[in-house]
């Protein structure tokens, strides 16, 4: 599963790739969070081709027990789990919870889940 297409280099992706619906939930937001006319429209191009190119993985009930343990791990490490930080916590539990590794630009996100999900850092290259 991957997270933010529009920064990495594709030849650092798997030749699959999956998107969760709470990225495409985060995508959706994106161009009500802006008032500059050109950001707005990049962010509905970007949500647009990614709605065209995915079928989003949902967040079902084993996501549901997989946040469960994400947000313990969390918790653990004493980091908090509110906020903008749950939406990317909700997504590593859909991948965990389909068994996919989570590709990001923000590996440090998600250093305290430890052995529970494979993160896979990516460079931001565009």
Same mark, same amino acid.
């Given at each position: 599963?991957?997270?933010?297409?529009?920064?990495?280099? $594709?030849? *650092?992706?798997?030749?699959?790739? %999956?998107?969760?619906?709470?990225?495409? !939930?985060?995508? @959706? &937001? /994106?161009?009500? =969070?802006?008032?500059?006319?050109?950001?707005?429209?990049?962010?509905?191009?970007?949500?647009?081709?990614?709605?065209?190119?995915?079928?989003?993985? $949902?967040? *079902?009930?084993?996501?549901?027990? %997989?946040?469960?343990?994400?947000?313990? !791990?969390?918790? @653990? &490490? /004493?980091?908090? =789990?509110?906020?903008?930080?749950?939406?990317?916590?909700?997504?590593?539990?859909?991948?965990?919870?389909?068994?996919?590794?989570?590709?990001?630009?923000?590996? *440090?996100?998600?250093?305290?889940?430890?052995?529970?999900?494979?993160?896979? !850092?990516?460079?931001?290259?565009?």
């Amino acid at each position: 599963m991957v997270v933010d297409l529009d920064r990495v280099d $594709p030849a *650092d992706l798997p030749l699959e790739l %999956a998107v969760s619906a709470m990225t495409l !939930a985060e995508l @959706a &937001a /994106g161009p009500h =969070a802006t008032s500059d006319r050109a950001e707005r429209a990049r962010r509905q191009d970007r949500l647009q081709r990614v709605e065209a190119t995915f079928d989003p993985l $949902p967040f *079902d009930a084993a996501a549901a027990r %997989a946040y469960g343990r994400i947000y313990a !791990a969390v918790t @653990a &490490a /004493g980091r908090k =789990a509110r906020g903008r930080r749950a939406i990317d916590l909700l997504i590593a539990a859909t991948a965990l919870a389909a068994g996919l590794p989570l590709y990001t630009c923000n590996p *440090d996100d998600f250093d305290q889940l430890g052995a529970q999900l494979d993160v896979v !850092a990516l460079t931001p290259g565009r």
